[in-house]
């Protein structure tokens, strides 16, 4: 059991540093429009809104950090191409945050291909291995994963019979309720321990990622489950363990449904043809889902912060007087994120489990 004087404690701390990371979030990327709205007061641009939302949530191949006068900080990433036979490593540093060519290859400013490496000469896109941004945050929350999970586990072996303590204390409750309110409820009690370590992995990936994605530094930032091939791989393994776990049963109900009348199933098997395109669009909405919800918190956060610099390209005292009102309601939609990180998480892993308790369940 966890001491409540020391969870209000925890929770009260947790929201001091959640609304340090917010406003923290709202100077940097400030800091980042406020240097846009110098140079386009020279160049007498205006704010492009639209441009910089696409640019935080897309995926990119080095990490931006801020912009400092006229100087980006950003961490370059390793590119890795194979075109024409070759392999070609280098930093994404030699792009000059995409402005020139190197060895051949250059970013895309415009077209089909637009912000993916390209061949100078023929257009073509190479076969890119690149560590993108979200694969580089994607690396890191699986170290930090393996690092929590097994002192975690340590925790068990040391205080084997005794009360948990610091991080298994603050986990547990999370693990007993995926294994206890999902896995064991929706699977049933002979069959639910084969699935819950998947069950317990994805629900933690997707946690993890969306409170890093909430976070305005690195390693934060990344729009990870934001991202559809992520999403898409996620919704993949999912549908990979429910049609091989699948038995006798759950393809008795899609191929001949019992109870149903023999007209929708001869001459033309109406009834079978929907079964099997449900097959298909449970795990597509499972990607969508995830990757909708989170993708629309980023946009609606950044439109907020976005009127600032659209209101003060108007006019300055404009600008700082809408300020108050864009600060106030993106911190509470970052807030509101905290909420929808776990959310989705969980529904994810409902979801998961549901599919694979449809899949064991046997002919009563």
């Keep these: 059991m966890i001491n409540i004087d020391r969870f209000r404690s925890w929770r009260m701390k947790g929201i001091a540093l959640i609304t340090f990371f917010l406003i923290f979030s709202l100077g940097l990327q400030a800091a980042d429009h406020g240097d846009d709205h110098t140079k386009n007061a020279h160049s007498k641009k205006e704010f492009n809104a639209g441009k910089k939302i696409i640019e935080h949530i897309v995926d990119s191949y080095y990490w931006h950090i801020l912009d400092w006068r006229e100087t980006s900080v950003a961490i370059p990433l390793p590119v890795i191409l194979y075109d024409e036979g070759k392999f070609h490593f280098f930093m994404s540093s030699k792009f000059h945050h995409g402005h020139d060519a190197y060895k051949g290859f250059e970013i895309a400013h415009d077209g089909p291909n637009k912000g993916k490496i390209i061949n100078t000469e023929t257009h073509k896109k190479p076969l890119d291995l ?8 994607v690396l890191i929350s699986l170290a ?8 975690v586990a340590k925790s068990y072996k040391k205080r084997a019979g005794h009360a948990p303590k610091g991080l298994q204390s ?12 999902i896995a064991k409820a929706s699977i049933g009690e002979k069959k639910y321990e084969k699935y819950t370590p ?26 990870v489950t934001g991202n559809i091939s992520v999403t898409m791989v996620l919704a993949l393994f999912t549908f990979v363990i429910t049609t ?64 600032i610099f659209i209101f003060g390209n108007m006019n300055i005292a404009l600008g700082y007087g809408i300020s108050v009102f864009s600060v106030a309601f993106a911190v509470f939609i970052g807030l509101l994120e905290l909420l929808v990180a776990f959310i989705q998480a969980y529904v994810f892993t409902l979801l998961s489990a549901l599919y694979f308790g449809m899949a064991t369940e046997e002919h009563h």
């Design 130 to 137: 690149s560590i993108t941004k979200n694969a580089f945050a």
């Design 144 to 151: 930090l994963m393996l690092i929590i999970f097994l002192n």
């Design 170 to 181: 603050l986990l547990e409750p999370l693990i007993i309720f995926i294994r206890d309110d």
């Design 198 to 223: 998947f069950l317990l992995s994805i629900f933690f990936f997707i946690f993890l990622n969306n409170l890093l994605g909430l976070v305005p530094f690195f390693p934060g930032g990344a729009n």
């Design 244 to 307: 091989i776990s699948g038995n006798k049963n759950y393809w008795t109900h899609i191929i001949n449904m019992p109870g149903v009348p023999w007209w929708l199933k001869f001459p033309v098997p109406l009834m079978p043809i929907i079964e099997i395109i449900g097959l298909f669009t449970k795990p597509f909405v499972l990607m969508v889902r995830l990757f909708a919800n989170i993708t629309a918190g980023h946009i609606v956060v950044l439109s907020f912060v976005s009127l």
